[in-house]
């Protein structure tokens, strides 16, 4: 996913600390915590042929890719179904191949020649047809999400809101906006986040670089769907992930009934690594087990350098030394370690 993206010399200055919890999440999270929480992570897409070699075994062929992806993550973020409107048949093959994982949940995206291209007006037989393949997917259906596109700004919200209300109360929706101004303006953001509670449509949170007001943390149902860009396992990816888990650990404790977290990268062929931090993150502070890749027995997984226990400076060497080179060594010591180094 490149929305938001930055250059990665500008990434150590952006201040990625996620926003406090908002009020009105009090509203939406009332507890007691879930005994069985459902957590959910994939990725956005399985044909991934860097993987190769890496989770998937070598020699695995593009049409075996999704048989393979289901060993290894429990959920997917169905983009595919944003650029092509599937009839029931083939959602039922892609179905069929994650039938030995049973609690594994396809998240198809609304197509774009509704989200996009309708202005979400006169979109009901497209919306049919839509919802009549994906429904195909059966248990297996995880939420529905609608992006709308960065140009869409609340100046048409009253069509947002008019099709939101048409869709069926029985599937779970999420919703993303982009625009700026959904963010921005005070009233908009509070209006918008009143009609999704009431429609119990869920609110996408969206966490990339350049676009900080996108992770907002708002909660308009007892679920979360996250959508995480990080840089290619650089330093910040770590913290950042290390911050989440706590905010997610707080919302279980708090009532949050399932999670969804999706990971994106730039360079997508890094998104296991990181996604398996995160598993083992959250079972450590969470005490949940979540559904983690498993590399191949030849593949090394790669670490970020700030993973690496950082050297101690050996006080005690300097004092046994000369007086010249103690003072030589205290300047070594001493100096400014580098940027990734110090992450």
Not at 98 to 117: E, M, N, T, W
């Amino acid at each position: 996913m490149d929305f938001g993206r930055v250059e990665t010399s500008l990434l150590d200055e952006i201040d990625f600390k996620l926003p406090a919890e908002p009020v009105l999440n009090k509203k939406v999270l009332k507890g007691p915590a879930a005994k069985q929480p459902k957590i959910y992570l994939g990725c956005a897409k399985w044909g991934r042929k860097e993987w190769i070699g890496k989770i998937y075994p070598k020699g695995t062929k593009e049409a075996n890719f999704l048989d393979e992806y289901v060993k290894h993550y429990n959920s997917i973020e169905l983009n595919a179904t944003h650029y092509q409107v599937y009839g029931p048949e083939a959602i039922r093959k892609w179905g069929e191949k994650a039938k030995g994982q049973p609690g594994f949940r396809f998240c198809p995206k609304v197509s774009q020649s509704i989200s996009h291209y309708s202005q979400l007006t006169n979109a009901g037989q497209l919306t049919t047809s839509f919802l009549e393949g994906v429904l195909a997917f059966e248990q297996q259906l995880g939420p529905i999400f609608l992006q709308v596109s960065d140009r869409f700004s609340p100046k048409r919200k009253e069509a947002l809101f008019e099709y939101l209300a048409t869709l069926p109360r029985d599937l779970q929706f999420f919703l993303e906006v982009r625009h700026p101004e959904w963010f921005s303006d005070e009233a908009v953001r509070l209006e918008l986040l009143r009609t999704l509670q009431q429609l119990k449509v869920g609110f996408i949170i969206t966490d990339t670089a350049g676009r900080r007001d996108c992770a907002h943390m708002e909660l308009t149902v007892p679920k979360a769907f996250i959508r995480f860009v990080g840089n290619s396992l650089h330093p910040t990816d770590y913290t950042r992930i290390d911050d989440w888990v706590n905010r997610i650990h707080y919302w279980l404790e708090q009532g949050l009934k399932e999670l969804y977290f999706f990971m994106h990268m730039h360079d997508e062929a890094y998104s296991p690594e990181l996604s398996v931090y995160l598993a083992d993150k959250i079972k450590a502070v969470c005490g949940v087990e979540v559904m983690r890749p498993q590399f191949v027995a030849a593949a090394e997984p790669v670490k970020a350098a700030t993973k690496a226990p950082a050297k101690k400076p050996a006080k005690a060497a300097t004092k046994q030394a000369p007086k010249a080179a103690a003072k030589k060594a205290t300047k070594a010591v001493t100096k400014k370690p580098a940027k990734k180094a110090a992450k």
